[in-house]
Protein backbone atom coordinates (compact mmCIF):
# COMPACT_ATOMS: atom_id res chain seq x y z
CA UNK A 1 0.00 0.00 0.00
CA UNK A 2 1.66 3.40 -0.88
CA UNK A 3 2.23 5.54 1.98
CA UNK A 4 0.85 9.36 1.21
CA UNK A 5 0.82 12.10 3.45
CA UNK A 6 -2.14 13.65 3.44
CA UNK A 7 -2.89 17.55 5.68
CA UNK A 8 -5.78 18.45 4.13
CA UNK A 9 -7.46 20.52 7.03
CA UNK A 10 -4.29 21.62 8.71
CA UNK A 11 -2.88 24.97 8.73
CA UNK A 12 0.68 25.60 8.83
CA UNK A 13 2.91 28.47 9.69
CA UNK A 14 6.40 29.31 8.24
CA UNK A 15 8.61 31.82 8.90
CA UNK A 16 11.12 32.11 6.46
CA UNK A 17 8.74 31.34 4.24
CA UNK A 18 9.70 33.56 1.26
CA UNK A 19 13.49 32.41 1.51
CA UNK A 20 14.58 29.82 -0.89
CA UNK A 21 14.22 26.44 1.61
CA UNK A 22 11.16 28.30 3.45
CA UNK A 23 9.31 28.58 0.11
CA UNK A 24 10.05 25.08 -0.83
CA UNK A 25 8.61 23.72 2.40
CA UNK A 26 5.45 25.65 2.28
CA UNK A 27 4.86 24.48 -1.66
CA UNK A 28 5.59 21.22 0.01
CA UNK A 29 2.90 21.68 2.78
CA UNK A 30 0.13 23.26 0.19
CA UNK A 31 0.73 19.54 -2.07
CA UNK A 32 0.35 17.51 1.05
CA UNK A 33 -2.92 20.12 1.49
CA UNK A 34 -2.11 22.14 4.21
CA UNK A 35 -3.14 25.72 4.29
CA UNK A 36 0.05 27.80 4.73
CA UNK A 37 0.59 30.97 6.46
CA UNK A 38 3.73 32.40 4.66
CA UNK A 39 5.91 34.44 6.92
CA UNK A 40 8.33 36.87 5.70
CA UNK A 41 9.95 39.68 6.18
CA UNK A 42 7.80 42.01 4.09
CA UNK A 43 4.40 40.67 2.51
CA UNK A 44 5.78 41.53 -1.02
CA UNK A 45 8.21 39.07 -0.25
CA UNK A 46 5.99 36.60 1.04
CA UNK A 47 3.45 37.24 -1.29
CA UNK A 48 5.72 35.59 -4.14
CA UNK A 49 4.75 32.03 -2.34
CA UNK A 50 2.01 32.43 -1.40
CA UNK A 51 0.82 33.39 -5.13
CA UNK A 52 2.92 30.19 -6.43
CA UNK A 53 0.79 27.62 -3.85
CA UNK A 54 -2.29 29.90 -5.37
CA UNK A 55 -1.06 29.51 -9.09
CA UNK A 56 -0.68 25.61 -8.10
CA UNK A 57 -4.03 25.53 -6.72
CA UNK A 58 -3.29 25.18 -3.14
CA UNK A 59 -4.38 27.53 0.04
CA UNK A 60 -1.84 30.12 1.40
CA UNK A 61 -1.73 33.65 3.08
CA UNK A 62 0.97 36.21 2.80
CA UNK A 63 1.94 37.77 6.13
CA UNK A 64 4.78 40.53 7.41
CA UNK A 65 6.40 39.42 10.35
CA UNK A 66 9.77 39.89 12.09
CA UNK A 67 10.71 37.05 13.89
CA UNK A 68 12.95 39.36 16.51
CA UNK A 69 9.67 41.42 17.47
CA UNK A 70 7.50 39.43 19.70
CA UNK A 71 4.29 42.30 18.69
CA UNK A 72 4.52 41.14 14.77
CA UNK A 73 4.46 37.83 16.08
CA UNK A 74 1.08 38.09 17.77
CA UNK A 75 -0.43 40.19 15.59
CA UNK A 76 0.37 37.26 12.64
CA UNK A 77 -0.64 34.53 15.37
CA UNK A 78 -4.05 36.20 15.51
CA UNK A 79 -4.77 37.14 11.78
CA UNK A 80 -3.83 33.52 11.08
CA UNK A 81 -6.35 32.21 14.01
CA UNK A 82 -9.20 34.66 12.51
CA UNK A 83 -8.73 33.38 9.06
CA UNK A 84 -8.10 29.78 9.16
CA UNK A 85 -8.83 28.94 13.00
CA UNK A 86 -5.89 27.28 14.03
CA UNK A 87 -2.27 26.51 14.01
CA UNK A 88 -1.28 22.92 13.58
CA UNK A 89 1.97 23.17 12.63
CA UNK A 90 5.02 25.76 12.76
CA UNK A 91 8.26 25.37 10.78
CA UNK A 92 10.87 28.02 12.30
CA UNK A 93 12.76 28.74 8.87
CA UNK A 94 14.08 32.50 9.04
CA UNK A 95 17.51 32.30 9.71
CA UNK A 96 21.04 33.91 8.08
CA UNK A 97 24.05 34.76 8.33
CA UNK A 98 25.89 38.11 8.15
CA UNK A 99 29.24 38.00 6.20
CA UNK A 100 30.63 40.91 9.27
CA UNK A 101 29.84 37.89 11.57
CA UNK A 102 32.35 35.57 10.23
CA UNK A 103 36.27 35.56 10.74
CA UNK A 104 37.59 36.25 6.91
CA UNK A 105 39.49 33.51 5.25
CA UNK A 106 42.90 35.91 5.65
CA UNK A 107 41.93 36.46 9.27
CA UNK A 108 42.09 40.13 8.89
CA UNK A 109 38.50 40.03 10.03
CA UNK A 110 39.26 37.70 12.99
CA UNK A 111 37.71 36.67 17.10
CA UNK A 112 39.49 40.27 18.11
CA UNK A 113 37.66 42.50 16.20
CA UNK A 114 34.41 40.89 14.89
CA UNK A 115 32.17 43.66 15.84
CA UNK A 116 29.73 42.98 18.40
CA UNK A 117 26.30 43.82 16.34
CA UNK A 118 26.99 41.95 13.91
CA UNK A 119 27.49 38.90 16.24
CA UNK A 120 24.65 39.93 18.25
CA UNK A 121 22.26 39.76 14.90
CA UNK A 122 23.55 36.63 13.73
CA UNK A 123 22.89 34.89 17.05
CA UNK A 124 19.42 36.91 17.27
CA UNK A 125 18.09 36.01 14.12
CA UNK A 126 19.20 32.54 14.20
CA UNK A 127 18.32 31.53 17.62
CA UNK A 128 15.89 34.01 19.36
CA UNK A 129 14.19 33.95 15.90
CA UNK A 130 13.13 30.94 16.55
CA UNK A 131 12.80 31.03 20.41
CA UNK A 132 9.90 34.10 19.79
CA UNK A 133 8.31 32.03 17.10
CA UNK A 134 7.81 29.33 19.19
CA UNK A 135 6.44 31.87 22.45
CA UNK A 136 4.16 33.80 20.04
CA UNK A 137 2.64 30.82 16.91
CA UNK A 138 2.62 27.21 19.73
CA UNK A 139 0.23 29.13 21.98
CA UNK A 140 -2.59 27.74 19.47
CA UNK A 141 -0.83 24.38 20.20
CA UNK A 142 -0.70 24.28 23.93
CA UNK A 143 -4.28 25.11 24.11
CA UNK A 144 -5.51 22.73 22.03
CA UNK A 145 -3.05 19.92 23.24
CA UNK A 146 -1.62 19.06 19.92
CA UNK A 147 0.83 20.42 17.42
CA UNK A 148 3.69 19.84 15.60
CA UNK A 149 7.04 22.11 15.47
CA UNK A 150 10.22 21.98 13.10
CA UNK A 151 12.82 23.70 13.61
CA UNK A 152 15.82 24.41 10.95
CA UNK A 153 19.09 23.58 12.42
CA UNK A 154 22.42 23.56 10.48
CA UNK A 155 25.29 21.03 9.46
CA UNK A 156 27.35 24.00 11.89
CA UNK A 157 25.29 23.16 15.14
CA UNK A 158 26.74 19.67 16.07
CA UNK A 159 30.53 20.50 15.01
CA UNK A 160 30.52 24.01 14.10
CA UNK A 161 32.40 24.75 10.17
CA UNK A 162 35.03 27.46 10.15
CA UNK A 163 34.68 31.36 10.41
CA UNK A 164 30.77 31.38 11.13
CA UNK A 165 31.13 31.65 15.03
CA UNK A 166 27.92 33.21 15.59
CA UNK A 167 25.98 31.27 13.35
CA UNK A 168 27.16 27.99 15.05
CA UNK A 169 26.55 28.70 18.06
CA UNK A 170 23.33 29.52 17.80
CA UNK A 171 22.25 26.76 15.50
CA UNK A 172 23.90 24.54 18.42
CA UNK A 173 21.37 26.70 20.36
CA UNK A 174 18.47 25.70 18.30
CA UNK A 175 19.55 21.59 18.61
CA UNK A 176 18.85 22.20 22.28
CA UNK A 177 16.29 24.16 22.05
CA UNK A 178 14.42 21.77 20.30
CA UNK A 179 15.27 18.97 22.72
CA UNK A 180 14.45 21.36 25.77
CA UNK A 181 10.90 22.30 23.98
CA UNK A 182 10.00 18.77 23.02
CA UNK A 183 9.99 17.83 26.72
CA UNK A 184 8.60 20.51 28.54
CA UNK A 185 5.59 20.43 25.70
CA UNK A 186 5.22 16.25 26.00
CA UNK A 187 5.30 17.27 30.11
CA UNK A 188 3.63 20.19 30.80
CA UNK A 189 0.90 19.83 27.79
CA UNK A 190 0.56 17.32 26.11
CA UNK A 191 2.29 14.22 24.43
CA UNK A 192 0.90 15.09 20.86
CA UNK A 193 2.80 18.04 20.52
CA UNK A 194 5.73 17.23 19.10
CA UNK A 195 8.82 19.29 18.23
CA UNK A 196 11.85 18.55 15.85
CA UNK A 197 14.37 19.80 13.73
CA UNK A 198 15.58 19.30 10.46
CA UNK A 199 19.51 19.98 10.02
CA UNK A 200 19.78 20.48 6.21
CA UNK A 201 23.24 20.03 4.96
CA UNK A 202 24.28 22.20 2.01
CA UNK A 203 21.68 23.72 -0.16
CA UNK A 204 22.51 26.94 -2.69
CA UNK A 205 20.43 29.39 -1.96
CA UNK A 206 20.26 33.93 -1.39
CA UNK A 207 22.23 33.06 2.08
CA UNK A 208 25.20 31.29 0.82
CA UNK A 209 25.57 32.12 -2.42
CA UNK A 210 28.51 34.32 -2.77
CA UNK A 211 30.10 32.09 -0.06
CA UNK A 212 29.89 28.76 -1.81
CA UNK A 213 29.48 29.72 -5.70
CA UNK A 214 31.34 32.52 -7.92
CA UNK A 215 29.95 34.66 -10.35
CA UNK A 216 30.03 31.96 -13.30
CA UNK A 217 28.34 29.40 -10.97
CA UNK A 218 31.55 27.48 -10.21
CA UNK A 219 32.64 26.31 -6.74
CA UNK A 220 34.75 29.02 -4.83
CA UNK A 221 37.15 26.69 -2.46
CA UNK A 222 34.78 27.11 0.27
CA UNK A 223 31.99 25.29 -2.27
CA UNK A 224 34.74 22.49 -3.57
CA UNK A 225 35.77 21.80 0.59
CA UNK A 226 31.70 21.64 1.51
CA UNK A 227 31.16 19.26 -2.15
CA UNK A 228 34.23 16.72 -1.32
CA UNK A 229 33.16 16.29 2.27
CA UNK A 230 29.46 15.46 0.97
CA UNK A 231 29.76 11.69 0.27
CA UNK A 232 26.69 11.89 -2.42
CA UNK A 233 29.27 14.84 -4.16
CA UNK A 234 26.83 17.72 -4.72
CA UNK A 235 24.70 20.53 -3.11
CA UNK A 236 21.56 19.62 -1.82
CA UNK A 237 18.28 20.82 -4.08
CA UNK A 238 15.60 22.77 -1.31
CA UNK A 239 13.10 20.23 -2.74
CA UNK A 240 14.87 17.09 -1.51
CA UNK A 241 14.20 18.66 2.80
CA UNK A 242 10.34 18.13 1.51
CA UNK A 243 9.98 14.22 1.77
CA UNK A 244 11.37 14.35 5.56
CA UNK A 245 9.60 17.55 6.76
CA UNK A 246 6.40 16.10 5.25
CA UNK A 247 7.37 12.80 7.21
CA UNK A 248 8.04 15.46 10.17
CA UNK A 249 4.87 16.65 10.26
CA UNK A 250 2.20 13.53 9.39
CA UNK A 251 1.10 11.08 12.19
CA UNK A 252 3.40 8.71 10.49
CA UNK A 253 6.16 10.29 13.14
CA UNK A 254 3.50 10.65 16.17
CA UNK A 255 6.49 8.74 18.22
CA UNK A 256 9.19 11.13 17.16
CA UNK A 257 10.09 14.14 18.92
CA UNK A 258 13.19 15.65 19.90
CA UNK A 259 15.33 14.96 17.24
CA UNK A 260 17.11 16.58 14.92
CA UNK A 261 17.47 14.89 11.52
CA UNK A 262 20.13 15.62 8.96
CA UNK A 263 19.47 15.98 5.23
CA UNK A 264 22.73 16.53 4.03
CA UNK A 265 23.74 14.06 1.23
CA UNK A 266 26.17 12.07 4.09
CA UNK A 267 28.02 15.19 5.16
CA UNK A 268 27.79 13.95 8.94
CA UNK A 269 28.57 10.62 8.10
CA UNK A 270 32.06 11.56 6.43
CA UNK A 271 34.84 11.70 9.14
CA UNK A 272 36.99 13.35 5.67
CA UNK A 273 39.26 9.96 4.61
N1 LIG B 1 21.13 27.16 2.57
C1 LIG B 1 21.70 26.23 3.29
O1 LIG B 1 22.55 25.48 2.81
C2 LIG B 1 21.28 26.04 4.72
C3 LIG B 1 21.90 25.01 5.42
C4 LIG B 1 21.54 24.79 6.73
C5 LIG B 1 20.56 25.56 7.31
N2 LIG B 1 19.98 26.56 6.60
C6 LIG B 1 18.93 27.31 7.28
O2 LIG B 1 17.76 27.26 6.51
C7 LIG B 1 16.96 28.40 6.80
C8 LIG B 1 16.54 29.06 5.50
O3 LIG B 1 17.68 29.58 4.88
P1 LIG B 1 17.83 29.74 3.29
O4 LIG B 1 19.10 29.08 2.94
O5 LIG B 1 16.58 29.37 2.58
O6 LIG B 1 18.11 31.30 3.19
P2 LIG B 1 17.18 32.49 2.67
O7 LIG B 1 17.98 33.72 2.90
O8 LIG B 1 16.70 32.22 1.30
O9 LIG B 1 15.95 32.43 3.67
C9 LIG B 1 15.97 33.02 4.94
C10 LIG B 1 14.61 33.57 5.24
O10 LIG B 1 14.61 34.16 6.54
C11 LIG B 1 13.91 35.40 6.45
N3 LIG B 1 14.31 36.31 7.51
C12 LIG B 1 15.53 36.88 7.71
N4 LIG B 1 15.48 37.72 8.76
C13 LIG B 1 14.21 37.69 9.21
C14 LIG B 1 13.53 38.35 10.28
N5 LIG B 1 14.16 39.19 11.12
N6 LIG B 1 12.21 38.09 10.44
C15 LIG B 1 11.57 37.24 9.63
N7 LIG B 1 12.15 36.58 8.63
C16 LIG B 1 13.47 36.79 8.42
C17 LIG B 1 14.29 35.93 5.08
O11 LIG B 1 13.38 36.92 4.65
C18 LIG B 1 14.19 34.66 4.25
O12 LIG B 1 12.87 34.42 3.85
C19 LIG B 1 17.81 29.30 7.71
O13 LIG B 1 17.44 29.07 9.04
C20 LIG B 1 19.21 28.79 7.46
O14 LIG B 1 20.06 29.05 8.54
C21 LIG B 1 20.31 26.82 5.32
New binding site residues.
Given amino acids: MPYTIDLSGKVAAV?????????AMCRGLAAAGATVAV???SLE?AARTSDAILADGGVAMPLA?????RETLDAAREEILSICGNIDILI??????NPDAMTSPDNTRNLFNIEQEALQWTFD??FF?TLLAAQALAQPMAEAGQGVIVN?????SQRPLTRVVA?AAA?AGIDNFTRWLAVYFAQEYSPHIRVNAI??????????RLI?SNEDGSLTPRGQQIVSNTPMGR??Q?EELVGTLLWLVSDGARFVTGTVIPVDGGYSAYGGV
Fill in positions: TGGSGVLGSMGTKVNVLENCAGGNLNGISSMAYKAPGFFLTEQNVLGP
